[in-house]
């Protein structure tokens, strides 16, 4: 089946605009209601989550709505990190999981992503058999069926203690100064929360959520205010989440960033130095810098990639049998842990490597030399596709030679924006800027 609203990430785009608006998301509601359904089971369950931005009040209800009138109980968990609907799922023997947000996107955006009853988010069958749904006629429950809804008030209290059992107990963060970002989003209580009990001297910032701040000069996608504050705090270590906290990158005591690739790094060749990695096999997407495929094919590691997006990663995962894995732009996928991305246990691992070798955060920040890699995006028009213009293919064709031996070239769409995105790695910075240049001029002229 074609799917039209769900990318590679559920649906997302801006609030009250096609496809965010309040009336689709109660016929989104109401078919994975009348999908998730067990007949003859005595109760149907959906548990759902949301960030902090301000249009989730308005998604919360709708959805509630469209779940209820097919029969679904709706537990409400509030203002949470996406992982921990996915352990709530199963936690509740919910039928299916819903997390409001658009991840790193700016507050205006908002989106709607599902978890099965496994707690991990759905494939594209599941998501193709809920769109086509959408636009059928929906079978109500008769009136005396209808759903309830109910607050769960301790979901995060839940979720703190569930991350703070992934921590080493021979381990606390004592004698260590973190700064936490917590991007304005999901995390704002949890994420300082499960620091401060651990033991750690807890520096927070993007903490103060108003529903249009979230992700706004701060969190993962722009580190640069947390930099800052770990410098100017004297600071160990910094943590950066996103909006929904499924995604980290660290900041080192100088104020240099680790990315997603060098963190799995670490824990790659940690976890395989100790017998820990399943497979001895990392699972990444097409997007990990090269660098990181050489560092772990000098330790024995393999590299497995996919396309992007972590829930692509994830099912790699489970197919394969492997326990680690996730994306450069920093979701980490701990299986061993958790169903789905979580930045902040993934925080807390970084910590434990500091504390079991006492290095300082700078030393563990890069495991390996990046091979340079440029990415850049176009904007185009919804419903045009630049990609299958002669010109485009004939530039891409012409940078492909280029790189021949060299180095490599990704081109593909956006799963989340009308973007074309253009990456390109090469030793040769020159040539790397040259061949990346020409394609996405190539592509703007098109997309005019």
């Known amino acids: 089946m074609t799917r039209k609203l769900f990318g590679t990430d559920g649906v997302r785009g801006r609030a009250n605009t096609y496809p965010m608006t309040a ?16 007949d003859g089971s005595p109760a149907h369950r959906v548990v759902i989550g949301k960030d902090t931005r301000l249009s989730g009040y308005m998604f919360e209800n709708a959805l509630t709505a469209g779940f209820t009138s097919t029969g679904m109980n709706v537990l409400l968990l509030g203002p949470v990190p996406t992982p921990a609907v996915g352990m709530m799922v199963r936690s509740m023997r919910a ?39 959408i636009s059928s006629e929906i079978t109500p429950a008769a009136s005396e069926n209808i759903g309830r809804a109910k607050r769960i008030d301790d979901a995060l209290f839940r979720y703190v203690e569930r991350v703070k059992s992934t921590f080493p107990q021979d381990l606390t963060l004592e004698g260590l100064k973190v700064v936490v970002d917590c991007a304005n989003g999901a995390a704002y209580k949890a994420a300082p929360t499960v620091l ?44 950066c989440l996103d909006g929904d906290a499924d995604r980290v990158m660290i900041i080192d005591q100088t104020g240099a960033v680790a990315d997603g690739d060098q963190i799995m790094a670490l824990f790659a060749a940690r976890w395989s130095a100790e017998g820990r990695l399943a497979g001895d096999t990392l699972v990444a997407t097409v997007m990990s810098n090269l660098g990181l495929e050489r560092f772990l094919g000098d330790k024995g590691v393999a590299l497995h990639r996919t396309s ?16 680690l894995g996730g994306e450069q732009s920093g979701h980490i996928v701990m299986t061993d842990f958790a169903t789905t991305g979580d930045g902040l246990q993934a925080g807390l691992q970084f910590l434990a490597e500091m504390k079991r070798t006492g290095h ?62 253009v ?26």
């Open 308 to 323: 992007v997006g972590d829930r692509y990663v994830v099912e790699a995962m489970q197919a394969g049998g492997f326990n």
């Open 95 to 133: 039928d299916v999981g819903v997390m409001i947000s658009a991840s790193h996107n700016p507050h205006h955006d908002n989106g709607i992503k599902f978890f099965g009853p496994d707690g991990f988010k759905l494939n594209d069958e599941a998501e193709a058999t809920i769109e086509a749904a």
């Open 423 to 448: 990456m390109a790695e090469c030793e040769d910075e020159g040539e790397l800027l040259r061949v990346v240049d020409a394609i996405v001029d190539e592509v703007a002229s098109v997309a005019r």
């Open 196 to 239: 401060w009990e651990l033991g750690a001297e807890v520096i927070p910032i993007g903490v103060s959520p108003n529903g249009k701040n979230i992700n706004d000069g701060c969190g993962s996608t722009s580190t640069q205010l947390a930099a800052e504050t770990v410098v100017a705090h004297g600071a160990d270590v910094g943590i």
């Open 23 to 38: 009336d689709l998301a109660l016929k989104i509601g109401a078919a994975a209601g009348r999908h998730f359904r067990r």
């Open 360 to 421: 300082v955060a700078s030393v563990l920040r890069q495991a390996f030399e990046p091979v340079p890699q440029l990415l850049k995006n176009v904007r185009y028009e919804v419903g045009s596709d630049p990609l299958l213009d002669i010109r485009v293919k004939d530039t891409i064709a012409s940078a492909e030679a280029a790189l021949m031996g060299k180095g490599r070239l990704l081109i593909r769409k956006s799963g989340t924006e009308p973007l074309i995105r």
